[in-house]
C-alpha cells in the first residue's frame, strides 16, 4: 500500500470549513484513499473513501486530483465535536480474503476545531 | 449501524496474570482485528481472523493469542500480562471485500489496560 503524508496538526475556527490535506504521490491505479479519524479516547472512525471521482456523505467531501497524487478531506462547517486526529490511508481493494491485509494507519493530522 | 463492542472501557490487571479482552460485532462481518496504540506508535496490528477458527499474526503477536469459535466474537488473551503490555486496545470489523469496494473497518470504543 502506498505512503501517505499528512501535516502534523491543524486548527480550524467553529463554523468554518475544514480542509485536510493528504499527499500520496506513490498512489497506484487501483488503490483508493480513505479517511478515518479518532476522537479521543474512542476507537477509530470511517469517515469517507474514493478511488478516482470526488465524494460526498453526510459527514465529509473528499477531493482526489486528477493525477490521484493527493486529496483533501473537506469538513464543511466544523463542530467543536470534529476535534480529533485524521487519518488519510490509500489502500489497494482485494477480491478475496487471501492475501488480504489490514488497514496501516499512520500519524494523522490532528484537528483542533477552536471556538 | 455497524456497532463493535468490547467487554470493558478500563481494565487494571498485575503482571503476571492471564487477560482475556473481549469483541462482539453484530453485523456478520467475517473479518475482525486485534490491535494497539500507544503515544508516538500509532496503531499496530496484533492479530486478525478471517473467519471462525481462522487467525494470522500481525506486526506484533509476541505474547498475545486469540480465539475465534463464533463468527461474531474474537477475543484477545495475553497469556501472562507483563508492564509493557499497558496500552488502549482496539478492536475492528469488517466485511471482505467484494468486487469493486472496499473492506471500510469499524472499530469498537477501545479498553485502556494497565498492567501493575
Known amino acids: 500500500d502506498a505512503k501517505t503524508t499528512q501535516p502534523t496538526s491543524m486548527d480550524c475556527a467553529e463554523g468554518r470549513a475544514a480542509n485536510l490535506p493528504c499527499n500520496h504521490s506513490t498512489i497506484s491505479g487501483n488503490e483508493y484513499v480513505y479517511w478515518y479519524r479518532q476522537i479521543h479516547s474512542q476507537g477509530p472512525q470511517y469517515i469517507i473513501h474514493?478511488?478516482?471521482n470526488n465524494e460526498t456523505n453526510e459527514m465529509a467531501s473528499l477531493i482526489i486530483t486528477e493525477d490521484r497524487k493527493s486529496s483533501t478531506l473537506i469538513l464543511p462547517h466544523a463542530t467543536l465535536r470534529d476535534t480529533a486526529v485524521y487519518y488519510c490511508i490509500v489502500r489497494v481493494a482485494k477480491v478475496r480474503n487471501s492475501g488480504n491485509t489490514p488497514l496501516v494507519f499512520g500519524k494523522g493530522t490532528r484537528l483542533s476545531v477552536i471556538a | 449501524d455497524v456497532k463493535v463492542t468490547q467487554s470493558s472501557r478500563y481494565l487494571v490487571k498485575r503482571t503476571g496474570e492471564k487477560v482475556f479482552l473481549e469483541c462482539v460485532q453484530d453485523?456478520?462481518?467475517?473479518?475482525m482485528f486485534w490491535y494497539r496504540q500507544d503515544p508516538g506508535l500509532g496503531l499496530r496490528l496484533i492479530y486478525f481472523?478471517?473467519?471462525?477458527?481462522?487467525?494470522e499474526k500481525g506486526d506484533i503477536p509476541e505474547g498475545y493469542s486469540v480465539s475465534r469459535e463464533k463468527k461474531e466474537r474474537f477475543s484477545l488473551i495475553l497469556e501472562s500480562a507483563s508492564t509493557n503490555q499497558t496500552s488502549m486496545y482496539l478492536c475492528?470489523?469488517?466485511?471482505?471485500?467484494?468486487?469493486?469496494?472496499?473492506?471500510?473497518?469499524?472499530f469498537g470504543p477501545g479498553t485502556r489496560l494497565t498492567v501493575l
Open positions: 453485523m456478520d462481518h467475517e473479518n
Open positions: 474514493g478511488l478516482k
Open positions: 475492528a470489523s469488517s466485511l471482505p471485500p467484494q468486487r469493486g469496494l472496499t473492506d471500510t473497518q469499524y
Open positions: 481472523s478471517y473467519d471462525v477458527k481462522m487467525k
